[in-house]
C-alpha cells in the first residue's frame, strides 16, 4: 500500500497524518462535562465520518467525560479506527492534574482507559513523562 | 500489559532525547508525542531524533496551545503532571 501526502504509517500500519484531538471535548479546563454533550458526540461521529481514523484521547480528561463520549458516540468502533490513549497522570477532585508514574498507576491507568473505551485492547497507549513533583495550590 | 495483550503500540511524551534513548531500551517506541507548533520549535531535535528511527512524532498542540478562558483550569496543573498544557 502506497503511502500518499495524506497517509503515513504508525508502526508498520498505515494512518493518517491528521487526526482527531479529543481532549477539548470536556469542560472547561478539560475537567467535568461536556458544556453541550450531544453536539460533543456529534463532532466525533463528524469526525469519523470525513476519515478520521485516529482519536487520541486519555481517561483523565474529563476524567472520564471523554472517553464516554467517545464511547457513546462510536462504539462499536469502525474496524480502521485507532483510539490512542495516554497514562502517567490523574485528576484529583479539584482538577488538578497530577503525575501517576509507579507500576501500579500506570497499570491502573490502561485498565481506566479500556474500561471507559470498552475495547479489550488499546491501539496505542502513551506514558507521559513528568519531571515535576505536584505542587499544592 | 502489553504481553498480556491489553495494548497494541507503545509510545512516550514529554521526553528528551535522554529519557527516549532510555525507554528505548525497555520497550519499542512506535510514538513520540510532545508539543509542536509555530510557537513551540524547541522540539526540533525531538522530531529528528523520531525521524531517524522510524518513530511517528505525534505532535500536541499544533494549530498553538488554545488560549481560551476555559483552560485556565489546565495549564497551572500542566507542569505537574499533563505536559501537553506546559
Redesign the interface.
Known sequence: MGLSANT????DKP?NRIGY?A??LA?????GPARDPGAARAVLRHAVAVGVDHI?TSQ?YGPDVVNDLIREALHPYPENLKL?T?V???RDAA??????QRPDEL?EG??AN?RSLRV???????????R????P? | MRQEGNLDLTGISNVDRATARRALEFVDVAAIQNGYNITDRPNDEMVEFARDRAIAYVPFFPPLRPRVASTERFPAPAAEGCPECK
Not at chain 1, 469542560?27 to 475537567?31: D, E, H, I, R, T
Not at chain 1, 482538577?95 to 501517576?100: D, I, S
Not at chain 1, 479489550?120 to 506514558?127: F, G, W
Open positions: 503515513t504509517s504508525l508502526s494512518i484531538g481532549m477539548q469542560g472547561p479546563g478539560v475537567f487520541d483523565y490512542a495516554k502517567g497522570a490523574r482538577g488538578r492534574v497530577l503525575p501517576a497499570r490502561v485498565e479500556l479489550e485492547r488499546l491501539d496505542l497507549v502513551t506514558a507521559v513523562w513528568s515535576r513533583e505536584p505542587t495550590r
